[in-house]
């Protein structure tokens, strides 16, 4: 049993750690190791193609995450003030959200927008006092969209779950005690729900981050870190590659262990 | 008076749920229930001249669902062999885990079985390439002696990508439902003379089975939709229905055909899910799992 888990963690880890040891590889050679180098780092981050994809992946993942993590904790406490049909629905909805694959959700957001900026170009163009309209197309809204929708139920459920476990006794008692519905939120509810919040934020932002298939459907002219990526993958794998997939593991596994140590912070005491 | 502002009271009340709900039904409208009505509207279209979409009322897009079975059978056969592989692997270790390790270890060993799952999927998979392409484990092979051997490219290739993308996210439930198992029944099995065996088949495997059904589940639905792994994994032999849908829209631009496919691939998931509820259900209720 302890041979199995251990190989197991070895089939989990080994490959990605030859990726990172070859990362460093002084020798440009994908099977044998010459000597230390960081030079492909430096390469890398010299890219003007890459940090610039860089860029644009940091700002679609921060602004989703944020939208996601607002709106998904507004839509978990609105949730527990629903009736019970309506509330399936909407809960009905959010699991469609995060079971409908994501190569459906790239193609209904991208087919919808087309079509929806197939309709509004031409009023805008008409309506348009200058000389050049703004044209609606694919880009940094439209990522941000798609994965917000994701992201967004993902954070209702994590926030969700949380208020789940919340002491309803000092709800009632901060009312009892004459405090504000807004007061009570503020001092008794959010602090509670808060590292739930956060831990969603993370965990929204390491999707957006991550995700290839949405965006490689709805992201029109702009270029995302996994797009670039799967790209430069089919160019041929260099060592290049190597370092660029190292950050990316890096930063992710960063946000997940913040996520996870957050979400375990104050687990809800059974008695 | 009193009756005044009870009432006003109870509007404020629905003001305010309404309140907290606006944003995220708005995001669940558009972007959602709106483009899913898009995608049907466009699968009894036509192809356009230049590709894209010309407005019409056929079928034959869904009559023409054939032309890609290939890529319906790879879909249906690896994406059900690929579960049963990650859960064949993940009850032991989900045991193991649940059962055997001490309080004091699990938590962490927990942490690392779960946090590959919200890595890069692409850099893990881009890892596979590295190892199976011909530079990796073949070269190494050819050391030996042994060459043109060939790893990449073949649907065993595949199996070991989906394995390894999606064993964290089999081993969670099923860790999960055996964690909560409540020990006395064993010690309860033991007393009363049961050896180990019978205890396991007649006690923990019926409490487990809602964890295997969710595991099973998730995996399988996931897999439905995947492209990266038979895209690297693959090359262009391995297609999945995912891999159907890039091209349509990306690359040959028949998007009528293209939103076929994917109500297609959708119907797929809901009977899926449909089914191994059915079964849920029957086995046991429903259980909550953690998605992190």
């Known amino acids: 049993m302890r041979a199995l888990l251990a190989s197991v963690y070895l089939f989990l880890y ?60 507004m839509a978990a406490l609105g949730m527990e003030r629903l009736g019970t049909r309506v509330r399936a629905i909407f809960e009905a909805l959010l699991a469609a959200a995060i079971v409908v694959p994501g190569v459906v959700i790239g193609i209904a957001t991208l087919v919808a927008l087309v079509a929806l900026f197939g309709l509004l170009n031409p009023l805008i163009a008409a309506i348009w006092p200058f000389a050049h309209p703004p044209r609606l197309q694919l880009g940094y809204s439209s990522l941000i969209a798609a994965h917000g929708l994701f992201t967004m139920a993902l954070v209702t459920m994590i926030v969700k779950a949380r208020i789940a476990g919340l002491d309803r006794d000092t709800v009632e008692a901060s009312s009892d005690l004459y405090a504000t519905p807004f007061t009570t939120f503020r001092q008794i509810v959010f602090p509670q729900i808060r590292p739930s919040i956060l831990a969603g934020f993370l965990l929204a932002f390491t999707f957006s981050f991550d995700d290839f298939i949405i965006a490689f459907f709805v992201a029109g002219a702009n270029t995302t870190l996994p797009i670039y990526v799967f790209a430069s993958i089919r160019r041929g794998v260099t060592p290049e590659i190597n370092a660029i997939a190292t950050m990316v593991l890096a930063a992710s596994l960063v946000l997940i262990a913040v996520a996870r140590f957050l979400m375990r912070e104050k687990k809800p005491v059974k008695d | ?179 909560k198992l409540d020990r006395r029944l064993l010690e309860a099995s033991a007393d009363l003379g049961a050896k180990p065996l019978p205890t396991f088949l007649t006690v923990t495997l019926p409490l487990s089975l809602p964890g295997v059904m969710t595991g099973v589940a998730l995996v399988t639905i996931l897999l439905l939709g995947e492209y990266l792994i038979p895209q690297l994994l693959g090359g262009g032999k391995v297609f999945f229905i995912g891999n159907a849908l890039v091209d349509l829209f990306l690359q040959s631009r028949n998007w009528p055909y293209g939103s076929a496919i994917a109500v297609a691939l959708v119907a797929v998931v809901v009977v899926v899910i449909v089914v191994t509820m059915r079964i849920g259900f029957r086995v046991a209720g429903t259980r909550q799992v953690d998605l992190v």
Do not use: D
Not at chain 1, 29 to 53: C, D, I
Not at chain 2, 45 to 68: D, H, K, S
Not at chain 2, 132 to 150: T, Y
């Open chain 1, 14 to 73: 080994a490959p990605i750690a030859l990726v990172v040891l070859f990362s460093f590889n002084s020798g440009r050679n994908a099977s044998e190791f010459v000597g230390f180098s960081t030079q492909w780092y430096g390469r890398a981050l010299s890219n003007v193609f890459l940090t610039q994809a860089l860029e644009t992946s940091l700002i679609v993942a921060f602004t989703s995450a944020a939208l996601a993590a607002i709106f998904g904790t």
């Open chain 2, 1 to 179: 008076m009193k009756r005044s502002m009870a009432l006003s009271r109870n509007t404020k009340r629905k003001l305010v749920t309404a309140a907290l709900l606006g944003p995220s039904s708005a995001w669940l409208f558009f972007f959602l229930i709106l483009p899913f009505i898009a995608i049907i509207v466009f699968s009894v279209g036509e192809r356009g001249p230049a590709g894209g979409y010309q407005p019409a009322f056929t079928f034959a897009n869904y009559a023409n669902l054939g032309a890609r079975a290939a890529a319906f059978l790879n879909t249906l056969t690896l994406a059900p062999i690929g579960a049963a592989l990650c859960l064949v692997i993940a009850y032991p270790v989900a045991y193991y885990l649940a059962i055997k390790v001490s309080e004091k270890h699990r938590l962490l060993l927990v942490s690392l079985m779960i946090v590959p799952f919200w890595t890069s999927m692409l850099v893990r998979t881009y890892a596979w390439m590295y190892l199976l392409g011909a530079r990796g484990i073949p070269h190494l092979f050819e050391l030996v002696g042994i060459e043109n051997l060939r790893l990449i490219n073949t649907p065993g290739a595949v199996l070991l990508g989906i394995v390894y993308g999606y064993l964290p996210l089999m081993i969670m439930p099923i860790y999960v439902s055996l964690e």
